[in-house]
């Protein structure tokens, strides 16, 4: 069998922001041979996703796909309803950024996939210090998804162990930064803000801007970030 054969398979979630370019270099620098998946998600713009496919290429995925999911058809949050506003301004508890269930479908996704691929290893960018206040970014809910893997699948009843890598999961932003940055990544790719223009600009105002831009700084890294205005 060819050393190329023997690589594991990894499935990447990709979003085309920030924390995910990152979880894919390091998937990658682990030896994975990685499988991106992104989510058109009737999320307000579609750059993220132009922004993915510019990540997954540049690291050279073995595969890039994009699933179409409604999320806009039940509102809810911030991201997928025009009549809820982004916050600018940090906000306590549960943001209204806050997407009900999609990590949970995003993974799932992500585990149908893996299983067809015969790669049992999958990783997402989950943050449990900027974002404690999302409910599925939190360790327990990962392990929690991990067991439901085993119950869920053909593979998992007859043996194969699936593991969601979530290595950014207790990473300051700037730790993030200066981690991608020793992998080679090229940050200027990615758009991470909640209301990007159509190409890609970043308001600059919204808290993920926020929380990038102060990553950015304290990792004495300089921001590429392209902003409005």
Not at 133 to 155: H, M, S, V, W
Not at 204 to 216: I, Q, T
Request: hydrophobic letters at 40%; proline letters at 3%.
């Amino acid at each position: 069998m060819s050393q190329e054969n023997n690589r594991r398979k990894a499935v990447v979630l990709l979003s085309g922001g920030l924390d995910s370019a990152t979880v894919l270099a390091i998937a990658k620098s682990q030896g994975y041979d990685c499988y991106a998946l992104s989510f058109d998600y009737g999320q307000r713009h579609g750059a993220e996703l132009q922004a993915a496919q510019r990540v997954a290429a540049s690291q050279g995925c073995r595969a890039h796909k994009t699933v179409h999911v409604g999320f806009d058809a039940i509102g809810g949050s911030a991201l997928t309803d025009s009549s809820i506003a982004v916050p600018e301004q940090q906000q306590e508890g549960i943001p209204v950024t806050y997407v009900p269930a999609r990590n949970t479908v995003f993974l799932s996704f992500a585990l149908g996939w893996a299983e067809v691929l015969g790669a049992f290893d999958i990783f997402i960018g989950v943050n449990a210090v900027d974002y404690s206040g999302y409910p599925d970014c939190r360790p327990e809910y990962i392990a929690a998804f991990q067991n439901l893997a085993q119950l869920a699948t053909k593979a998992g009843v007859e043996g194969a162990r699936f593991q969601i890598h979530t290595p950014l999961i207790h990473l300051s932003k700037a730790e993030i930064i200066r981690q991608g940055v020793a992998l080679g990544v090229d940050y200027s790719l990615t758009v991470s803000c909640y209301a990007a223009d159509s190409e890609g600009k970043a308001c600059g105002r919204c808290d993920s801007c926020r929380l990038r831009r102060a990553g950015f700084e304290q990792a004495g890294v300089v921001d590429a970030t392209r902003y409005v205005g």
